[in-house]
């Protein structure tokens, strides 16, 4: 049996677990919103049409906030289609997907599906087809609280209540050459200036999120977070980053240790941003919104045949996803985590349908993929401060990402509330690992419960007619003694320990 050890102590901290870590995202692609959140005609629909069953396995995820409406949609989206009377809105050519846009859900809508369910609205903005004057327009429109020409047509159309959106993205993706209206780091860096000026003369107060690489296997990666951040610096809080990771070619040992290539991508971002800091003499730090992340077979959509027809939500990229899918899902948080004094930000891309860990069908039920479960109990049980761990773990050769720890792990403390969680990942393809946790610096004195996803099948998924094939079990092979615990991870495994403290 392989052995690893580690040493959970409050002194190890990183910062405060931020809520916003658990964010998620709504883009108008697909089956997200349409048969996602909104289907009027479902039988569970409540009378503004969002599904209820779907709201109810939202809160139990546990999304703290929503990035909406794109994504790649946004940059040719016109936020004015989607208000006013649902009759007179426009039908609209979609090209970023290649679909027929209804516009039946818009801004008002999304408002009132997050104030629903407690969720904060983070906006994205068109830089693509559009600019300064319709960015300020619909800041106006949102949070003008009224008296103005446009926060009044808000008014008429029922929101009486400004909504109050507080983090905006300034544009996405810019640097993708798929991107309608893609710029150069130069073009886009004063286009994002400029806007981020406007709208801090409207509200000092907001929180601007300017972009990022679209992965750090662009060829302008680097260079584009330098030149954009030379631009934007005093105008912006944070810089975007995106991610997806897949299996290739049945590399599983690789697709294991995705985490540590997120890591590495979180790091060079803030060492470029301290870079610019540094260079400009500027005081603050930019802050990292990881705001799309997640497994996504991108390799298999992008060989398919481009769609040719214009189809209303059509079923686009719902992968599937298995165990394996999960654990690798799992130790991306733990990565998230493990940065909380940089990425204060992130959002899982997406929430419903599209690579989603809700699936729906129209009409039908919503069940959980196997990645809702590491999502939902890292939100769930993440709080107070986060505790860097280090393990001493055997290591493997991975093809992708050369030698790396079999196990990883990230802490989280609650002192007030006397709780601690750990959350684990072993990324052995076919071995168990005993794990030593010396846990005396805690002085944790009961296990409150240790659930383990794990599956003999790592390709398992849960399914319509199977819904709960894969789910976390409780964990049987943990001991706590003297402050030591042993505990034992099956290979391909994700794990989350919940730990009962004296309160202090
Ligand atoms: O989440 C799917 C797509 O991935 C988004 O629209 C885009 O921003 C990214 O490339």
């Known amino acids: ?3 690893a050890s580690m040493t959970i102590d409050p002194a190890f901290r990183v910062a405060p677990v931020n809520r916003r870590t658990f964010g998620s995202f709504v883009e108008h692609m697909g089956r997200c919103v349409y048969t996602g959140i909104y289907e009027p005609e479902h039988p569970a629909a409540d009378a503004d049409g969002f599904r209820t069953d779907v709201a109810e396995l939202v809160r139990e995820l546990g999304v703290t906030t ?45 408002a009132a599906w997050t104030r629903k369910l407690g969720i904060e609205p983070m906006m994205a903005l068109n830089l693509g087809t559009r600019g300064l004057q319709e960015a300020i327009d619909l800041l106006e429109y949102a949070n003008h609280p ?9 008014i008429a159309n029922g929101s009486t209540e400004p909504h109050g959106i507080g983090m905006w993205c300034l544009g996405n993706e810019m640097d ?28 000092p107060g907001l929180e601007l999120v300017a972009c990022g690489s679209s992965g750090p296997e662009m060829p302008t990666f680097g260079a584009w977070e330098a030149e954009v951040l030379e631009q934007t610096y005093d105008h912006v809080d944070y810089i975007s980053l995106h991610s997806y990771y897949e299996e290739h070619d049945g590399d599983l040992a690789s697709f294991l240790a995705s985490g540590a290539e997120m890591d590495a991508f979180i790091e060079s971002v803030v060492a470029t941003a301290d870079a610019v800091r540094a260079k ?20 298999r959509f992008e060989a398919q045949e481009p769609s040719t027809d214009w189809p209303v939500a059509p079923r686009v990229i719902e992968d599937r996803y298995h165990v394996a899918d999960a654990v690798v899902f799992g130790s991306l948080l733990i990565s998230l985590l493990r940065h909380s004094d940089r990425v204060t930000s992130a ?10 860990p809700i699936m729906t069908e129209p009409g039908g039920p919503a069940w959980r993929q196997t ?22 773990s055997p290591v493997r050769e991975t093809a992708r990402y050369g030698e790396v720890p079999l196990v990883d792990a990230v802490a989280t403390h609650d002192a007030e509330n006397g709780e601690a969680a750990v959350f684990l990942v072993n990324r052995s393809t076919d071995e168990p690992v005993t794990v030593e946790v010396d846990l005396r610096g805690l002085a944790a004195d009961r296990v409150a419960s240790c659930l383990t996803l794990h599956d003999e099948d790592v390709y398992a998924a849960n399914t319509r007619e199977r819904p709960d094939r894969v789910v976390p079990r409780e964990n049987t092979d943990v001991r706590l003694e003297d402050g030591r615990l042993s505990a034992v991870l099956p290979p ?13």
């Open 1 to 3: 049996m392989l052995h």
């Open 66 to 110: 929503v990035r909406y409406p794109g994504g790649n949609f946004v940059s040719g989206y016109r936020w004015e289609d989607g208000v006013g009377p649902k009759d007179q809105r426009p039908v609209r050519r979609e090209l970023a997907w290649h679909s027929t846009e209804t516009n039946r859900f818009g801004l008002d809508e999304f």
């Open 146 to 154: 009224g008296g103005t020409r446009l926060s009044d047509r808000r």
């Open 176 to 203: 993708g050459p798929w991107q309608i209206g893609h710029k150069t780091a130069h073009e886009y860096g004063r286009l994002a200036a400029e806007v981020a000026r406007a709208m801090r003369m409207s509200d």
């Open 280 to 299: 400009l003499g500027a005081k603050k730090r930019i802050q990292l919104s990881f705001d799309e992340w997640n497994v996504w077979y991108r390799l």
């Open 347 to 356: 959002s899982l891309a997406q929430l419903v349908n599209v690579i989603a």
């Open 371 to 392: 990645t809702f479960h590491p999502f939902a109990l890292t939100s769930a049980n993440a709080k107070g401060t986060v505790l860097r761990v280090e393990p001493r």
């Open 492 to 504: 391909v495994s994700w794990t989350v320990l919940k730990l009962a403290l004296p309160r202090t």
